[in-house]
Structures are given as C-alpha cells and as structure tokens.
C-alpha cells in the first residue's frame, strides 16, 4: 500500500479522537500499578530456573580408599577405641564423604568435635561437635576418608 494514498489517522478517527476518556460511574478507577500488573511476564516455566541451578550445582565423586589407606583409618579407628574404652573424650577431626540428597556425588567435609562412641555393629562413630551450642553427630564410618585423633 503507498504511504500518500492512505488516509492520516486523524482522517480517519477523527469523530472519537477527541472525545474524553470513559470514567465508569459505578467502579473505581484503577491504579496504573494494577493496569500495569496485568501486563506482567506470565511464568509458564515456573520452577524452570531453580532446575537449570541445581543441574549446574557440581557435586564430587566418592574416593574410594586403598589397601594401605583403610589399614592406617583401621589404626586409627583402634586407637580411639582404646582411647575411649579408657574414658577419654578426646578431640578428632573426621574427613567425612557426605552424600548428595538429589543427585549422584556428594561433597567432602571436615568435621571436629569430641569423640563420645564407636559403635562397630552400626558402624557409626558418635560425637559432640565444636559449635555452639554443641549438636551431637553420628557420623557413617564407612564413608570417612580420614580420621586424625
């Protein structure tokens, strides 16, 4: 269509064009807060972005210990026993694997407190943590990668 044929718009509209603008008489008039709420972004994806983050979170593997490496923790693991049959507390520091609740891996943490049991038939080695107030943790032997006493 060529632009010097078509009409102007006042052409057009001018018998509306400069009528007032329409205030009902029985509703309020909104807010342009609200006018503007309705053309708000529809979030047809909702949840779409905490998906593509918790793809994004890395998680490690689990190391998985040597002959030579589960020997020196089985030392280790003897010790505190002794340590505890004797009514020691003593302070350890545990490299612990802790698993991932949503997806394959985990993460390694460290984690000190004051040995309190060993448990070898659930295999869980028992302590007071460090923090304040002190939390007391029961701690998985068969993924604790490193145990200082």
Request: aromatic fraction near 4%; charge should be negative.
């Amino acid at each position: 269509m060529n632009q010097e044929s078509a009409p102007s718009p006042r052409q057009v509209y001018g018998d509306i064009i400069d009528l007032p603008h329409h205030q009902s008489a029985t509703r309020p008039h909104m807010s342009l807060h609200d006018r503007a709420a309705q053309f708000a972004p529809f979030a047809a994806l909702s949840g779409y972005e905490e998906m593509v983050d918790e793809e994004a979170r890395l998680t490690e593997r689990e190391i998985a210990l040597g002959d030579a490496e589960l020997d020196t923790l089985d030392r280790q693991f003897r010790r505190l026993s002794e340590m505890l049959s004797a009514g020691q507390r003593p302070a350890v520091s545990v490299l612990i694997f802790i698993p991932d609740q949503h997806k394959s891996g985990g993460r390694y943490e460290t984690v000190t407190g004051h040995a309190r049991r060993l448990d070898p038939v659930e295999k869980k080695l028992i302590l007071l943590s460090e923090e304040t107030p002190p939390k007391q943790l029961s701690l998985d032997m068969s993924r604790i990668l490193d145990l200082t006493v």
